[in-house]
């Protein structure tokens, strides 16, 4: 996290002040996927803060933009920076670990992605993971879950993973950390591939869902 803070300039937009308090709680989130992983977040540089949800009016097919609408945005991800998040939003994010939800999280699963150079839902793997593997684990996962939401059945992984691949990774990344007993649970094979990749077992936390 120091590293984090030391490396990214955070910009507040709409008059926000962004607070250590703010700083922090974003480094944290955004540092814990990659807590026990040697890559990182080599070319991200800016990270730009709304107070709340916020517009935007820029081309979200281009490839590089990657953003979440509900009210409004809650977070962008641009491959080679910057990240854009809403205050509002990752704090929520932060307070509840469980309810499957963060923006944070989400959004730096998308810089996860965008290391090789592509934002595609392949990351770059662990060494000794091989691709066959994961790349099973993940298409099953994702047609199944597609399947679901199209289906109207409910998912344990947010339904806009549906999206496309980058969104389910990003997704499967948020309930890898929110609800892990239950995602090793429904799809084993898609969190080895995730433990593997991050090195690490969530679902072996104190505190873990049930
Ligand atoms: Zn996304």
Not at 24 to 33: E, G, R, Y
Not at 86 to 109: K, T
Not at 110 to 130: E, V, W
Request: glycine residues 8%.
């Amino acid at each position: 996290m120091n590293l984090f803070l030391d490396q990214i300039t955070f910009h507040g937009n709409q008059d926000l002040e962004v607070t250590d308090e703010m700083k922090l709680s974003i480094a944290a989130q955004a540092c814990l996927p990659i807590v026990n992983s040697p890559v990182w977040y080599d070319t991200l540089r800016t990270i730009l803060v709304y107070p709340s949800g916020f517009r935007t009016g820029r081309n979200t097919h281009d490839g590089f933009v990657v953003h979440e609408s509900d009210i409004g945005t809650l977070g962008e991800s641009w491959a080679r920076g910057p990240v854009v998040l809403s205050w509002d939003h990752a704090l929520q994010g932060g307070l509840d670990a469980e309810d499957g939800h963060n923006v944070v999280i989400h959004e730096f699963a998308h810089q996860l992605d965008s290391l090789t150079g592509h934002t595609n839902g392949l990351p770059i793997l662990r060494k000794g993971q091989a691709f066959l593997g994961w790349e099973k684990a993940m298409l099953d996962a994702y047609h199944g879950h597609v399947e679901r939401v199209e289906s109207g059945r409910p998912t344990l992984v947010d339904a806009y993973g549906a999206t496309n691949h980058q969104e389910f990774f990003a997704e499967a990344i948020v309930t890898f950390f929110e609800k892990p007993q239950a995602l090793r649970r429904e799809e084993p094979a898609l969190y080895a591939q995730l433990a593997e990749l991050l090195a690490l077992d969530p679902a072996r936390w104190a505190g873990a869902d049930r």
